[in-house]
C-alpha cells in the first residue's frame, strides 16, 4: 500500500482554525469510515486524537474534530493553542485487516 | 496503570535478526489487539502488522512479509516483533501499540490509544 497523503506543513495563529488534509483511495478513506488521527511531539509516541474517523477518546479537547469527504479525511482544529503544535498523522483501514498511515503534516502555532 | 513496556535499544548488523518485547499491564490482555508501527528518523510511523492476543492470528504489511514475525506469550502478557534480513533502512523507533475491536454487527476499532515508549533499532555494519 502506498501512504496516504498530507500536507507537509500547516500553520495558524492562536484561536483560529486549521484543518490537515489526508488523502487515500476508494480502497482505503474511501471506503472505510475508519481514519484515525495522532498526534506527536518531538520524541515522544504518537497520542491518539480521533478515531472512526469523527469520534473522540475521553480526555481528548472537543477542539479536535474529524471528517471524511470522498477519498479525503480531515482534522480540524479550532481554536488553536501553542500546545497543538506538533506533527499529526492520519492512519485508515486498508481492507485485508491492513492499515496504512499519512506521511503526516507539521503544524506550527505561528 | 495501563501501559506498555518495551525492551531496550538494539544494535545489529545487516543481515542480522531483532525481536523486541512488549510487555502489557493494567488491562485485559486479551481484550486488545496489538499493532507494530516503526517510524524511522525524521519520517512518519509505517505500520508493520498486528497480532490479536486471543488466537495469536496475524495479520502484516505487504512490505513486510516474510521478514516480521509477532508473537504473544498471554502468561506473560507480552507480545514480540521479530525482524530478520535486517538492512540500513530498517533502522528506526519501532513501537507497539494497542487497540480495542469490538465485533456485534459490525467491527468496531477504537484507534491506537496506548503505546509503547518505542525501542531504538539501528542497523550498521
Known amino acids: 500500500q502506498s501512504a496516504l497523503t498530507q500536507p507537509a506543513s500547516v500553520s495558524g495563529s492562536p484561536g483560529q482554525s486549521i484543518t490537515i488534509s489526508c488523502t487515500g483511495t476508494?480502497?482505503?478513506?474511501?471506503?472505510?469510515?475508519?481514519v484515525s488521527w495522532y498526534q506527536q511531539h518531538p520524541g515522544k509516541a504518537p497520542k491518539l486524537m480521533i478515531y472512526?474517523?469523527?469520534k473522540r477518546p475521553s480526555g481528548v479537547s472537543n477542539h479536535f474534530s474529524g471528517s471524511k469527504s470522498g477519498n479525503t479525511a480531515s482534522l480540524t482544529i479550532s481554536g488553536l493553542q501553542a500546545e497543538d503544535e506538533a506533527d499529526y498523522y492520519c492512519?485508515?483501514?486498508?481492507?485485508?485487516?491492513?492499515?496504512?498511515f499519512g506521511g503526516g503534516t507539521k503544524l506550527t502555532v505561528l | 496503570q495501563v501501559q506498555l513496556v518495551q525492551s531496550g535499544a538494539e544494535v545489529k548488523k545487516p543481515g542480522a535478526s531483532v525481536k523486541v518485547s512488549c510487555k502489557a499491564s493494567?488491562?485485559?490482555?486479551?481484550?486488545?489487539?496489538m499493532h507494530w508501527v516503526r517510524q524511522a528518523p525524521g519520517q512518519g510511523p509505517e505500520w508493520m502488522g498486528w497480532?490479536?492476543?486471543?488466537?495469536?492470528?496475524?495479520n502484516y504489511a505487504q512490505k513486510f512479509q516474510g521478514r516480521v514475525t509477532l508473537t504473544r506469550d498471554t502468561s506473560i502478557t507480552t507480545t514480540y516483533m521479530e525482524l530478520s534480513r535486517l538492512r540500513s533502512d530498517d533502522t528506526a523507533v519501532y513501537f507497539c501499540?494497542?487497540?480495542?475491536?469490538?465485533?456485534?454487527?459490525?467491527?468496531?476499532?477504537?484507534?491506537?490509544?496506548?503505546w509503547g515508549q518505542g525501542t531504538t533499532v539501528t542497523v550498521s555494519s
Open positions: 493494567g488491562f485485559t490482555f486479551s481484550g486488545y489487539y
Open positions: 492512519c485508515s483501514y486498508a481492507g485485508s485487516s491492513t492499515w496504512v
Open positions: 501499540a494497542r487497540e480495542k475491536v469490538v465485533v456485534d454487527t459490525m467491527y468496531h476499532y477504537y484507534g491506537m490509544d496506548v
Open positions: 497480532i490479536n492476543p486471543n488466537t495469536g492470528g496475524t
Open positions: 472512526e474517523g469523527s
Open positions: 476508494s480502497s482505503d478513506v474511501g471506503n472505510y469510515n475508519l
